[in-house]
């Protein structure tokens, strides 16, 4: 934009940033503070000025000012109403755009030197030969639930009553072309979000006339958020966009790794979370995610070789190739020409370096506007510690339901029936003591270290995660109920698994930032 109106005579652009990005969560979002339109808004605002001034001595000039952390809606409007003109802004920061545009934020250079994560548009060398999106329901309460049986009866209802839409179209509008089929729907079909949930890809499918029936086969474990689980319908007719995930998760009980790196990083907390099962989207932020392995078409008819990781997986038939690529083993191979480097070495070793707090600083700005590039450190004992720390923390992440819990004090209101541990919504005890929380009314949590809410993912400490994700929610619009007592007693057969989580999510949280922070400092390879 700046690019187009400087040769037609722009003088100044005058920007005043005033926060307020509510897709944020936890620390970063009280940082973005109050939202300037109040429930009507959720993206962040500023007001731009365009000066036009063909006379003027210097054009291209780029004036910036940021209204400040942490106030609210009242104090924005309030400072800019005290400004009374542009000239009453003293404070204003001249910008000069980079290469990449930015004009804030500017990325580190040197960050395009490394060999990037993923790449789908140019032929530069890369670490992994695909990558996904995590999975887009658009129908989260229906598609997702943390009781089996509750999940299959919801779609199961939800599929019978589209294909009731369908033949009462099909009455109604006799002889319609795909076209005028199209046309017709949206005044026709009854959109009661108790009975089903619309969207445009089942529109469609209605407009082709397809009916459809329930299968069993499409109910699989995923990663909801972090350290969530929840049973989900992975179906391409009823999630809206499965990007890759076919490849990567293409049926339950599949093995398989991924690294998910969060799209919407902006430098608070740790970038990645590993998963060993199918992730939504917003698992991690918008999460990106970095397979292990690819059971695509490319490694079902070249499956026959004798590469262990090529083999057969699991006896169901289904071949899977390497999903780190040949070139960037041999990247890292050449980086250290006297090791014995493994793919799975390199796979743990991306994970320990996307853990760095060196890297994380370094390339922050970097992070927020691209995928991740992965530098060879300089000497081969810290690659090693890297790939070593990776795994440690990837056992930690992805085996969270085994490892011990901490200690913390129980407190109980008499003797306790397997009933008497079912929760609905945690809280802390007091404002600003997050020691002890109340687990329901007759547990109560107490000595939660308060080191343990320092491992930040997608915008809050592991144990929030917990906290919000373990209790009873009822979706506003269906009425349906997702409770996490389903999924402790179903699935897991243990009435006490929510508060066994969130002790043992205080021992992966100790145990991360412990893992973090004894990582070698970032010293890369000229």
């Not at 993912?457 to 619009?477: C, F, P």
Request: glycine share 8%.
């Amino acid at each position: 934009f700046w690019m187009e109106i400087t040769p037609s005579g722009g003088s100044i652009l005058g920007g005043i940033q005033q926060r307020g990005n509510q897709r944020t969560s936890g620390e970063r979002s009280r940082q973005e503070g109050g939202k300037i339109f109040g429930g009507g808004s959720r993206a962040p605002i500023a007001i731009s000025l365009l000066v036009k001034n063909p006379e003027a001595i210097k054009h291209g000039r780029i004036l910036f000012h940021d209204i400040g952390d942490y106030l609210s809606r009242e104090e924005k409007l309030e400072k800019i109403a005290s400004f009374s003109s542009v000239a009453g802004i003293t404070n204003w920061q001249t910008i000069a755009p980079d290469s990449h545009g930015d004009w804030v934020n500017q990325r580190d250079n040197s960050f395009g030197k490394h060999i990037v994560l993923g790449d789908k548009k140019g032929d530069a060398p890369k670490l992994f030969d695909n990558f996904s999106l995590g999975v887009v329901t658009n129908r989260d309460a229906w598609a997702y639930n943390a009781s089996k049986a509750k999940l299959q009866a919801n779609m199961e209802s939800m599929i019978d009553f589209y294909n009731a839409e369908v033949g009462r179209f099909n009455k109604a509008h006799p002889g319609l072309d795909k076209k005028a089929r199209e046309v017709a729907i949206n005044d026709f079909i009854d959109t009661n979000p108790k009975r089903i949930s619309w969207t445009r890809a089942l529109k469609q499918a209605l407009a082709k006339n397809r009916t459809f029936d329930y299968q069993a086969s499409s109910l699989t474990h995923s990663l909801y958020r972090p350290f969530n689980k929840q049973w989900m319908y992975f179906n391409r007719t009823f999630n809206e966009m499965v990007y890759q995930m076919p490849r990567i998760f293409p049926e339950s009980g599949v093995e398989n790794l991924v690294i998910q790196f969060n799209a919407k990083y902006k430098g608070h907390g740790c970038p990645v979370l590993i998963a060993n099962a199918l992730p939504d989207l917003h698992c991690n932020g918008d999460s990106q995610c970095f397979p292990f392995y690819l059971y695509d078409e490319q490694a079902q008819a070249n499956g026959d070789t004798d590469d262990f990781f090529a083999a057969v997986d699991n006896g169901n038939g289904l071949k899977r190739r390497d999903a780190i690529t040949d070139e960037g083993l041999a990247h890292f191979q050449n980086a250290y020409p006297n090791e014995k480097i493994s793919k799975e070495d390199l796979f743990y070793y991306t994970y320990g370096v996307l853990h760095s707090p060196d890297y994380r600083e370094r390339y922050a700005d970097n992070l927020s506007k691209e995928l991740p590039r992965i530098p060879a450190v300089r000497t081969a004992k810290d690659f090693w510690a890297f790939s070593k720390a990776g795994r440690a923390l990837a056992d930690l992440h992805l085996y969270y339901e085994t490892v011990a819990p901490y200690p913390l004090t129980v407190a109980a209101k008499g003797k306790l029936a397997d009933a008497d541990y079912r929760v609905e919504k945690m809280k802390f005890a007091k404002k600003g003591d997050r020691t002890t929380v109340i687990y329901n009314a007759k547990i109560t949590l107490k000595g939660i270290p308060e080191a343990a809410w320092d491992y930040v993912i997608n915008g809050k400490a592991a144990l929030e995660w917990v906290m919000e994700r373990q209790g009873v929610k009822v979706n506003k619009e269906s009425g349906i109920v997702n409770d996490a007592n389903d999924w402790a007693n179903e699935t897991m057969g243990n009435a006490k698994y929510p508060m066994e989580l969130f002790m043992r999510v205080i021992t992966v949280s100790l145990e991360t930032m412990k893992i973090v922070t004894a990582l070698p400092s970032l010293r890369i390879q000229n």
